[in-house]
């Protein structure tokens, strides 16, 4: 898939000659069994303002989601593109026309953001927010561990013990097994759920509670009364327990802080 390219919301038809039938079937949102990407095959999209953003494909699958009592079967019946880094302060001004105010370099993580911004960033861009299930089986990448990759927080992410209580350039640790960066720590990322208590047993794509709860570390700060959404990954202040792939919290959708970003997904019926 390297050098096959995305412009304007579809793959571009001038794609190398071994990526055409692929371009056609994914700009179709009707992949073919021959052209179907492989787990971890990359698509690199041209977004508003002229800023690229690479997306790892991740195929469909059933996984193991949380941990503990929590711990359910999902099937996501339908692959999707995973943006490979968090949304980096260059993308975001590339799409917005600003940055949110932070003076770290344009290959750090966008921080500062609500939500709510996100969503506006996905609606320009022609992307969406992850489902909160789309995100934990991006981050495990096959993986049933607290942490995806070689297993250990310190290749895998910035957090409390390593970051130096800042945000780090995208891409700079260990890759999990479908080539996706930073899923543990450095910025939490905003899922597009409603925060809630998962279903009990098996589920098929779920896309969250039908309204926001305040999570269980909102509630010891007093809640939120407008409900919260997820976000996923622990950052670059969490401690290691906050980083694994099943650990969940949520927070009010205009809240932006000095930890808080996201990344993007490309689902078919996007294309
Ligand atoms: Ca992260």
């Known amino acids: 898939m390297k050098g096959t390219e ?6 571009s038809r001038v794609a190398v000659a071994g990526c055409m039938l692929l371009a056609a079937a994914v700009a179709a949102g009707v992949p073919e069994a021959s052209g179907e ?12 303002g002229g800023a690229t953003m690479e997306m790892v494909w991740c195929p469909a699958g059933t996984f193991l989601m949380g ?34 105010p932070d003076l770290r370099e344009e290959n750090h993580p966008v921080v500062w953001v609500s939500w709510d911004d996100c969503q ?8 969406s927010l992850p489902t909160e299930a789309q995100w934990e089986y991006a981050c495990r990448a096959g ?25 780090h350039p995208v891409g ?11 899923m543990h720590g450095n ?27 305040a999570s269980s570390v909102e509630w010891l700060f007093g809640g939120s009364s407008e409900g919260e959404r997820v976000l996923r990954g622990g950052a670059w202040g969490s401690l ?16 932006a802080f000095n930890y808080l970003g996201f990344r993007a997904v490309r689902n078919l019926s996007e294309e």
């Open 6 to 11: 995305m412009k304007n919301g579809r793959m």
């Open 37 to 48: 990407p492989k787990a971890g095959d990359v698509a690199t999209i041209t977004l508003p």
């Open 67 to 100: 941990s503990g009592y929590d711990k359910h079967p999902v099937t996501l019946t339908k692959g999707f593109w995973m943006g490979k880094y968090e949304v980096t302060k260059a993308q975001w001004k590339s799409v917005m026309g600003n940055t949110p």
């Open 120 to 127: 506006q960033f996905c609606r320009k861009a022609g992307l």
């Open 143 to 167: 993986s049933r561990g607290p942490y995806a990759g070689t297993g250990n927080l310190d290749d895998m992410g910035w957090y409390l013990d390593n970051s130096r209580v800042q945000t």
């Open 172 to 182: 700079t640790k260990h890759p999990n097994a479908w080539g996706i960066y930073d």
């Open 187 to 213: 910025v939490s990322e905003w899922c597009e759920d409603w925060y809630g208590r998962y279903p009990g047993g098996a589920v098929t794509d779920p896309q969250g509670s039908p309204s926001g709860e």
């Open 240 to 255: 290691s327990t906050q980083c694994t792939s099943d650990f969940r919290v949520g927070d009010s959708t205009s809240h």
